[in-house]
């Protein structure tokens, strides 16, 4: 069975600060994996994914199957970025089936 | 705008009375799925359909059903609600690949 865990319930940077949410996986085929971003009152939506390797509104995440990690950076942080970020991984259940395991999320606050 | 619709945003029911949460999409989208998140947890995934396939997680509590009578909505029907299921109910589609687009939740108070 897979896992996510994000160790950080809570993260408080300032603005201008380098921040990193951390994610670890369990997952014994090959994985794909995504941040996910809830800010105030909004839907959870996609930030990233790994296999894009695109940098969205500043953030980058590598994914480190030594490791097993996907941790989400951002070297300068803005008071927009405060919301909630969930971490999560896709198995594929067969064919075109696929599942998403989310992470507990980190709140991040950025403070001016 | 193409989207994720989910109808109520907020709904209250008495315990043990049965309740429909509703979902719907413009995005045309082959999959759905129903995810239940208690506060400070994680979404759990519930069940999901691909097309008419029904798919259900194996610690799914048989008091959750839904139904998907065509292919722009899905129903989640909670038969007999208790204390315990009081939560936010996200909708999510998916094209058959693993990016999900979610709606906006319905957070569901059991009285």
């Known amino acids: 069975a897979q896992r996510v865990t994000q160790p950080e319930k809570l993260l408080s940077v300032f603005k201008g600060a380098p921040v990193e949410l951390k994610c670890n996986y369990s997952?014994?085929?090959?994985?794909?994996l995504f941040w996910y971003v809830q800010y105030s009152r909004q839907r959870l939506q996609l930030l990233l994914r790994?296999?894009s390797r695109e940098s969205i509104k500043g953030f980058t995440a590598d994914l480190n199957k030594g490791e097993t990690s996907f941790h989400l950076k951002k070297p300068f942080a803005q008071e927009e970025d405060s919301a909630m970020y969930y971490c999560a991984l896709s198995a594929n259940s067969g064919g075109s089936n696929y599942k998403l395991t989310f992470g507990k999320g980190t709140l991040l606050t950025v403070n001016p | 705008d193409a989207m994720v619709i989910q109808n109520p945003r907020y709904q209250v029911t008495q315990f043990g009375k049965p309740v429909t949460l509703s979902c719907s999409q413009t995005?045309?989208?082959?999959?759905m799925y129903w995810y239940q998140q208690k506060s400070s947890q994680a979404p759990k995934l519930l069940f999901h359909y691909y097309d008419k396939d029904f798919n259900n997680e194996a610690d799914t509590p048989d008091n959750f059903q839904s139904r998907r009578p065509n292919t722009s909505f899905c129903f989640l029907d909670i038969r007999s609600p208790g204390l315990g299921d009081a939560a936010m109910y996200l909708c999510?589609?998916?094209?058959?690949?693993?990016?999900?687009?979610f709606g906006p939740g319905t957070r569901l108070t059991v009285l």
């Open positions: 790994h296999i």
């Open positions: 997952y014994s085929g090959s994985p794909e």
């Open positions: 999510a589609t998916s094209r058959g690949d693993p990016e999900q687009f």
């Open positions: 995005l045309n989208h082959n999959v």
